[in-house]
């Protein structure tokens, strides 16, 4: 009798295994909020926040120094965020120069690159001056990071600028950075020494050693020239338009 029994358990075994595995859990409830048979949702609305210093660097050119610096961060999800950058110039007589705040809503457009609106206040030594800003930031073939914005003021002036760096890795720690920063405008300005067309560049090249990805001290050679109209007032102002120093700080990011 058994040996009967034993073949007639192994068919119906096999075919109810398949059965077993086909038939959802009964008992396996839907998260809090969520319909049944309703799909999981994609953690894309988490908020994040980021922070960094490209720039923190005291300038020598042998006679006085500068100190620089030139930071972004950001609060938001991956498609929407909230931005402040910063940057400026302190002169060793105390004065400080190209001081730039902007705050700044972005909306990820593609997978590289964000489109950017807001305000820009231009706060330093000279007659304080408001923009509103539009431009992209990303990600450019060949690893480019990238920047590029308008702006328009209260009085109908315009202006453009374009950020551009690239990190070249020599070692895991060792890194070469080229950065580049052009300034247009469309009018002239005399109380903030700044004349129509190409106005200024700030340009240099720092190796940096990251002992930890977010520390990294660096030197480096960095120069700085004031062309055209803007060159004119500067000389006007007994300023120099053409600059080469020598750069030495840290990069820092949180």
């Known amino acids: 009798m058994s040996a009967r029994i034993i073949p007639v358990v192994a068919i119906l075994f096999a075919f109810a295994a398949p059965a077993v595995a086909e038939t959802p859990a009964a008992n396996v409830e839907p998260p809090l909020g969520m319909e049944p048979g309703a799909m999981q949702p994609v953690m894309d609305q988490a908020i994040f926040a980021h922070a960094i210093f490209n720039q923190l660097e005291g300038r ?5 120094t500068q100190f620089r610096w030139d930071g972004q961060g950001w609060v938001g999800t991956d498609y929407d965020k909230l931005w402040i950058k910063s940057e400026g110039t302190l002169q060793s007589s105390g004065t ?22 807001g305000l820009r206040s231009d706060i330093d030594s000279r007659p304080t001056r408001s923009w509103a800003a539009f431009g992209i930031q990303g990600l450019a073939p060949y690893f480019f990071d990238l920047e590029v914005t308008g702006f328009v003021s209260g009085e109908g002036h315009l202006a453009a600028k374009l950020e551009a760096s690239y990190d070249l890795l020599l070692t895991q720690q060792l890194i070469l950075q080229p950065q580049i920063e052009l300034n247009v405008y469309s009018k002239a300005d005399p109380t903030s020494l700044i004349g129509n067309g190409f106005s200024d560049i700030d340009t240099g090249l720092r190796l940096r050693y990251e002992i930890d990805r977010k520390f990294a001290p660096y030197v480096g050679v960095v120069y700085q020239g004031k062309f055209g109209q803007t060159a004119n007032f500067a000389r006007q102002a007994g300023e120099s338009t053409s600059d080469v120093r020598f ?8």
């Open 60 to 64: 020598w050119n042998g006679s006085n």
């Open 96 to 117: 400080l120069d190209d001081g730039q705040q902007q705050f700044l809503y972005s909306r990820a457009i593609t997978t590289y690159f964000d489109l950017q609106g």
């Open 247 to 254: 750069a030495f700080g840290i990069r820092v990011w949180f």
